[in-house]
């Protein structure tokens, strides 16, 4: 799913980066090997959605601290376990051992004091570069111009309206990239219609909780144009596997064409006037908004620009004729538990059904 | 003044109970233990029972390990996973993991204090077949889940049954109505053990047994059971608001008519840290006693390992929203919730170190139950750090729900606590039965069991780092993601296998074992001083002590501990 264009643009690590990564991929090879450390990621190029890999201020600000936690955390382990293994095998019992008791030492206040001391100043520490970031993220001052977006977890798929351009999409988030001295964060609120959800894309942002009668908020600043993938990150019910999230960054002009594209009401062609008709006389219109038809149901996807989507189903399935038949038709193929019902038309409707959906553009 | 020796009497080694004796028919035997008071036999029922659940548990996990092997899996349907990994979650915690440690506790607590039962013999019967018959319930969901639909199912909400999911508009039929009740029931029986194990433990100490003189074992199991009464509260408060609002129209949780999902969520997770360690107090209960022994030292700092005990009781029931770092609390509670979070790391800190200590200038002797030991010292070590990276929020917002998280508190389970328990298995079988467990076998057990540990949990961490959400059924292709899982699947076979050779050497050394005799480890606490097995009663004559170490006392008469107290 890693897009040709966010690696392309990517800036080339410098030689220092590259020693380092090249250093900690040796570590953390034979340390994941040995005893799990999750240094192993660090040494993925190019990264897949992995924190470790960030493109926006909140991922950068936790990206550091967690190198400053895992750093402090390794060092822990190592000396720990050091003294561990050497107890261990130096105060084994041996062969040549005689039969009589070793000293009886019951404890030292010194020593105590010293290891209780030691932790909690590596604590404080922990704590306060913590505080930091939390502040630093989460009572973040947004400039007044930044796009405002709210998203709505829904089982299993994820609205996205944009109250300042006043159109809704869904399952495809678009914002604009926020580059020095064009910077153009996305202030998003997280709202749901149902059960709990999540919003987690790892290379945007931590994840922030979608909760019902309750307002949530999370932001990100993209500096790379790209396709960043993430997904539900809260368990919602039976099709929590197949919910994701595609956020497309764009340039500032791309960005702008594209809202202009979905402030437009939906194309009315004649030659699927067929289909639409079907879509209308069907319950597809229940669930289901096409701007400038009598379409107008919300507890499905907004199908005014269906095809300037490359998945359906959030994300499920390839946004093609052959899924697109395939989830009219029968949804359970492709998310079985899905909430939409197989419509039960006849191969004629579907057919025009299809033709119809396929001109949304 | 004292006298100057400890009262100890070795029972003779006249053999069992005469009611233990093998001619009794086995409908009478089955009888003698469904209507026993005896908290021995209680324990081991406890802990039959908690072990029956793990094996379940068990095959739970493994099913979804089947299915996440590779990408794209069909071995499922998404509905049979979603209850897997609910069944999964809370067979673990309630009914494999809590029946194992009561058992321990219930077992050892009287012996360890020179009492000849709890204080409340039959309360502890009725906490028992409390928690049978929790369990009973919940897995009578898959037969009765749909009610008067007809089919059966299993909850699938989550071992944490997030609002609004558990409302009626989301989980139709009565699969979480039976989730419900089963926690509930199986929660009283829970607090009727715990409040035994206090009472018993403050009014039943035998003379001489001051608390500053009590084993470890004991304090940290009775600083347990007090956890248990301050969360299950709290949990079984939160299940009867969840009955109200799906059959008496209550709102509590239902958000659709202004109730707050989030109340669900504090109150679910004030039951639920302290619960980790109402699991893992027990576990360190164990690893206290081990470690000296075969160590052939005392503990190190005593005084220290008590004050650290106190501290992780009294700040667990403080760090509860470090589950909740995502719902969007405000900036000063993370905060807050990080501090004592990262705080519960020092006392647990003092107790590593304090084992270390323990090992230091020692002569370790690695029979089965010390290497199971060192193992969990290594993994709870690694655990703690997990913990550590979790306990900072903001890198928690990313972590959280995530398949690093499922490591982190795999390692702490079963990396730490359920290595603890086969320790004190190890330890504790020769007194029970009489016999020694195989110690070839046994080793056999400890490395299958800590290469399929390491291949599966060590491995998980990495999907997490890489975006995997837990709980998800099945993932696509080409994200990096297949590889891991793979590798993490295989390691459960090992794991199976260490747990089926375990299985078999208890089996065997149960009629076959070598006699184990009162004292095999040279121990030094009371309950080896009685016959292996424990007569019903006990201790012939109730014993007298003078220090932490009443047998070291008894054995070396010319150096003895309470000179030194």
Redesign the interface.
Known sequence: ?HSPVASSIRATPNGLQRCAQASLRCVALAA??L????L??LS?DP??????NPVSTP?H??YH??LF??S??AA??LV??G??AY??VK???RPT?DDC????????NQ??LA??II??LI?VV??L???R???A???AELPSDALQVTAVGH?FWWEFRYPGYGFVTANELHVPVSVEGHARPTHIV?LSA???H?F?V?RL?????L????R??TWIDPHEVGHY?????????????KMLLNVFVDTPDDFQKWVAQQKAPAVASEQAATGRRVFENNACMNCHTIAGTDAKGTFGPDLTHLMSRSTIASGAAPNDEKNLRLWVEEPDAIK??CLMPAMQLNEQDVSALVAYLMTLR | MAEAQPIIRPMPPIAVAPEREGTRPFVQTLHDWIVTVDHKRLGLMYFSYGILFLVVGGIEAMVMRAQLAVANNHLVSPETFNRMFTMHGTTMIFFAAMPIVFGFMNYCVPLMIGARDMAFPRLNAFGFWMSALGGIILYFSWVGGFGLYGAGSAPDVGWFAYAPLTSRAFSVGHSTDYWIIGLLVSGVGSIATALNIMTTTICMRCPGMKLSRLPLMVWMNVVAAFLVLGAIGPLTAAQIMLLVDRYLGGHFFDTQAGGSAVIWIHFFWVFGHPEVYILVLPAFAIVSEVIPVFSRKPIFGYNIMVAATLAIGFISLSVWAHHMFTVGMTSYANAFFVASTAAIAVPTGIKIFNWLGTMWGGKIRYSVAMMFCVGFLIQFLIAGLTGIMLSAAPFDWQLGNSYFVVAHFHYVILGGIVMAVFAGVYYWFPKVTGKMLSESLGKWHFWLFVIGFHLTFDFMHIPGLLGMPRRIYTYEAGRGWEGWNMIVSVGVIFQALGILVWVVDVIWSMYKGRPAGNDPWDAWTLEWSTTSPPAAYNFAEIPVVRSRRPLWDLKHPEDPDWKYE
């Not at chain 1, 990264?47 to 470790?52: V, Y």
């Not at chain 1, 809260?234 to 099709?239: E, H, K, L, N, S």
Request: hydrophobic share 45%.
């Open positions: 799913m994941s090997t005893f799990g450390l999750p192993r990621a993925l990264a897949p959605a992995t924190l470790f991922a600000e936790i601290l967690s936690v895992i402090v955390c822990i382990f720990v376990f003294l561990i107890a261990a105060y084994r019992r051992d008791e070793p000293p009886q030492i019951y404890g030292s020593v105590e290891w209780t932790p909690i604590v922990l704590f570069a913590s505080a970031v939390i502040h993220v989460e009572d089982q997280l149902d059960t709990d999540s987690w790892p942002a931590g994840k922030t909780d909760i019902p009668n309750r949530n908020e993938v993430g997904q539900c990150a809260q368990y919602c019910g039976v099709q929590h596997a079985p538990g």
